[in-house]
């Protein structure tokens, strides 16, 4: 793993004029002054085509260099293996199915399979940290026969969480508990504990990292998510010793970078997505035309405005901004002038997408690597299929004491 960070770093950092720059704030990127036919060709796709592409890069393939390279070299760099596992019937723990959708549901039972397979011993306790309702870990301790602990700070989740395991006949305590207060965790019997996270956003999973770590769980069992939900100063602080010889210097765009991707939304999502960024780019033509260009990014969009028509939207968003409008504009016009430039941004934005994966396993790595410095053995696999899930990275470490015995290999 230190190996493999230690690659990417070098493609990384050479191409940070590529991945940095953000094209919805800055309307033209540097980088196409040096690759213009690149430009040209993005700049020219139709709607259709760049929503395609951003579902699906592979048609990425097609287009001028470096992007068509730089994709190969991509998938190259950021191949990661799937994970082992054991096939399993549809874990019976969803009664009643309707409090988890489908999605949800086959995310769980596919880290279960992995987990399933990896552990040729059950732990004495499966942790759920920041469970939500417990799902992950109720299905764990269904098919283990083990008791489960659901911590999760929102109380209402708690409650439905237990009615849930209840209903299930699995042993549980569901716990309202805010896991960054670590005075307030219960004390049991931790290294028997296998502690699990699936998307534990942000510091979050490192803080499950870090208790783990302390408390020398048995085994851990991380999914990463939303990278930019940092809780310390950016630019990001690598967690590894690693990490830090490459440290690439994540500010918070960078960090949101790898999550950018959307898969499996309903068209009308992708639709308000699509309209409320055409909208944007509409206001800031607005700022520019009347002398108070926007400075920065817009800020967020309440969800009640993307009900409303232009004129409001922009009305509304230019006094929260504090910037003029012209006294007279025509909305239809100004508002296929923001489609133009939004789809002008949302295609040069595909050359940073090329990025989001490799970003991602960086930092993913790191963390890897901080818990392999700890004192566990870890590997580090994709535990789904993108389709269901584009977070699918999974970090599985396992204390070093239990993995020699697991392989044989105590010594004597």
Not at 111 to 138: I, M, N, Q, S, Y
Not at 316 to 336: K, N
Not at 375 to 401: D, K, M, Q
Request: hydrophobic share 45%.
């Amino acid at each position: 793993m230190a190996a493999r960070l230690a690659e990417l770093t070098p493609w990384l950092r050479g191409h940070t004029d590529l991945w940095r720059p953000r094209p919805f704030l800055l309307g033209r990127v540097p980088w196409e002054d040096h690759h213009p036919t690149l430009s040209t060709w993005l700049r020219g796709l139709d709607e259709a085509t760049v929503t395609a592409l951003e579902a699906d890069d592979r048609g990425l393939i097609e287009a001028p260099e470096p992007l068509s390279s730089l994709l190969a070299q991509s998938r190259e760099l950021a191949a990661v293996p799937a994970s082992v596992r054991m096939p399993l019937s549809p874990v019976d723990a969803w009664r009643p199915e309707a409090r988890a959708t489908e999605r949800k549901r086959a995310q769980v039972q596919a880290l279960v399979e992995t987990l399933a397979a990896a552990w040729p011993e059950a732990p004495g306790l499966v942790v759920d940290w920041c469970a939500g309702k417990g799902h992950l870990g109720r299905s764990l301790s269904a098919v283990l026969g083990r008791p489960l602990l659901a911590m999760e700070r929102q109380r209402r989740l708690c409650e439905v969480g237990q009615v849930l395991s209840a209903e299930a006949e699995v042993a549980a305590a569901h716990l309202p508990l805010d896991v960054r207060q670590a005075a307030g965790l219960p004390c049991v019997a931790w290294r028997q504990a296998a502690v699990v996270g699936l998307h534990a956003c942000g510091s979050l999973g490192e803080g499950m990292l870090d208790f783990a770590v302390a408390q020398k769980a048995e085994t851990v069992a991380l999914a990463p998510c939303c990278y930019h939900f940092a809780s310390g100063p950016l630019p990001y602080r690598p967690r590894s010793a690693v990490g830090r010889a490459h440290d690439l210097q994540f500010d918070e765009t960078s960090l949101r970078l790898p999550t950018y991707q959307q898969v499996r939304q309903a068209p009308s999502v992708g639709e308000r997505r699509r309209r409320k960024m055409a909208w944007l780019m509409a206001l800031k033509a607005l700022a520019e035309a009347a002398g108070t260009p926007l400075d920065g990014p817009p800020g967020p969009v309440y969800k009640g405005w993307n009900n409303d028509d232009l004129p409001t939207f922009v009305a509304r968003m230019a006094e929260r901004r504090g910037v003029a409008l012209p006294t007279q504009w025509d909305p239809e016009v100004i508002e296929a002038l923001g489609w133009q430039q939004a789809r002008h941004a949302r295609a040069l934005g595909l050359v940073r997408g090329v990025f989001r994966r490799p970003l991602e396993l960086w930092l993913v790595l790191d963390k890897a690597l901080y818990l392999q410095g700890q004192g566990y053995e870890v590997a580090l696999t994709t535990f789904c299929a993108p389709s269901l899930s584009p977070r699918n990275l999974l970090i599985h470490g396992v204390r070093a004491a239990t993995a020699r015995r697991w392989h044989g290999t105590e010594e004597g």
